[in-house]
């Protein structure tokens, strides 16, 4: 079993900053791939920013430039790093991790973190 523990969210002013942090636990092995997809009421949850199982990175577009991913791979832990935030961010942002094992893929998420960004 997998565990994911985000923090981080919160209320922000439009062109604050937030970091997001995801710290995973349990049966994770090597090949794996980390990231952030959010979801707003009335939309469909959507990409933000992950890492790939090779190594790279794959950014939503309405984000691309303001929003950065990073990893501790000794602390198993993701971050998102949100800067200039628009109200268009607000959403539930979700952690998400896919494991490679034995020729199958298994995906986990975490319970969701609220960002808010007022006007």
């Known amino acids: 079993q997998v565990q994911l523990v985000e923090s981080g969210g919160g209320l922000v002013q439009a062109g604050g900053s937030l970091r997001l942090s995801c710290a995973a636990s349990g049966n994770i092995f090597s090949a794996n791939a980390m990231g952030w997809y959010r979801q707003a009421p009335g939309k469909q949850r959507e990409l933000v920013a992950t890492f790939t199982r090779d190594g790279g990175t794959r950014t939503g577009d309405s984000v691309k430039g303001r929003f950065t991913i990073s990893r501790d791979n000794a602390k198993n832990t993701v971050y998102l790093q949100m800067n200039s935030l628009k109200p268009e961010d607000t959403a539930v942002y979700y952690c998400?991790?896919?494991?490679?094992?034995?020729?199958?893929?298994?995906?986990?998420w975490g319970q969701g973190t609220q960002v808010t960004v007022s006007s």
């Open positions: 998400n991790i896919y494991i490679w094992i034995l020729g199958t893929v298994r995906d986990y």
